[in-house]
Structure formats: structure tokens, C-alpha cells
């Protein structure tokens, strides 16, 4: 991934939360979410225990799907989530 296309307006060496089974490419990301903290989270969608839990970059997250650049503009306290790989994304706000 080159700069030219990273469209956050965080830093590619930013943070973010994922789980194990995207990190191990087993699972689509399916649910994002911008937290009111400034976090970003990017999960399969499913339940998880903190053991599943890993932080990466957000550099690595769009190495692993480019297609989250979609999500870069998501706001704080908003999360995005899909029903498979090629549903279209719904965004909704944390407290509505």
C-alpha cells in the first residue's frame, strides 16, 4: 500500500483493534466502527472473548482489505457493519 492511497486522516502507523480471524485472513472484516475515543475497530462481525482481540496498524488493516479506505471517513461514534464480504455497508451511530 503506497500513500496515495490511504485515505484516513489518521496516521497509517495508528492503532486500530482487529480480531484473529481477520488477522489470519480466515474472515471478511464486516463490522467498523470509528469509536467516540478515537479507536477504530475492525471485526468479523461475530462474538469475541479479549483473547481474540489483537491491535495492528491501520496501514496493516488495508493490507489485509484495501476496501476499508471506503470506511475512512466514518465519524466518531459511528460504526459500519455488512452482512458478507459483498453487502453493501450500513453506517449507524453508536447512540441512536
Same mark, same amino acid.
Given at each position: =500500500?503506497?500513500?496515495?492511497?490511504?485515505?484516513?486522516?489518521?496516521?497509517?502507523?495508528?492503532? @486500530?483493534?482487529? @480480531? @484473529?480471524? +481477520?488477522?489470519?485472513?480466515?474472515?471478511?472484516?464486516?463490522? +467498523?466502527?470509528?469509536?467516540?475515543?478515537?479507536?477504530?475497530?475492525?471485526? @468479523?462481525?461475530?462474538?469475541?472473548?479479549?483473547?481474540?482481540?489483537?491491535?495492528?496498524?491501520?496501514?496493516?488493516?488495508?493490507?489485509?482489505?484495501?476496501? =476499508?479506505?471506503?470506511?475512512?471517513?466514518?465519524?466518531?461514534?459511528?460504526?459500519?457493519?455488512?452482512?458478507?464480504?459483498?453487502?453493501?455497508?450500513? +453506517?449507524?451511530?453508536?447512540?441512536?
Amino acid at each position: =500500500m503506497n500513500k496515495s492511497n490511504f485515505l484516513f486522516a489518521d496516521a497509517p502507523d495508528t492503532a @486500530c483493534f482487529t @480480531c @484473529c480471524h +481477520v488477522l489470519d485472513k480466515n474472515k471478511p472484516i464486516l463490522y +467498523v466502527s470509528h469509536d467516540e475515543d478515537g479507536y477504530w475497530q475492525f471485526l @468479523c462481525g461475530k462474538n469475541h472473548n479479549d483473547e481474540d482481540a489483537r491491535i495492528i496498524s491501520l496501514a496493516e488493516i488495508l493490507n489485509i482489505d484495501e476496501t =476499508m479506505n471506503d470506511l475512512a471517513e466514518l465519524d466518531y461514534g459511528e460504526y459500519a457493519e455488512a452482512e458478507n464480504e459483498k453487502s453493501d455497508w450500513i +453506517v449507524r451511530y453508536k447512540n441512536k
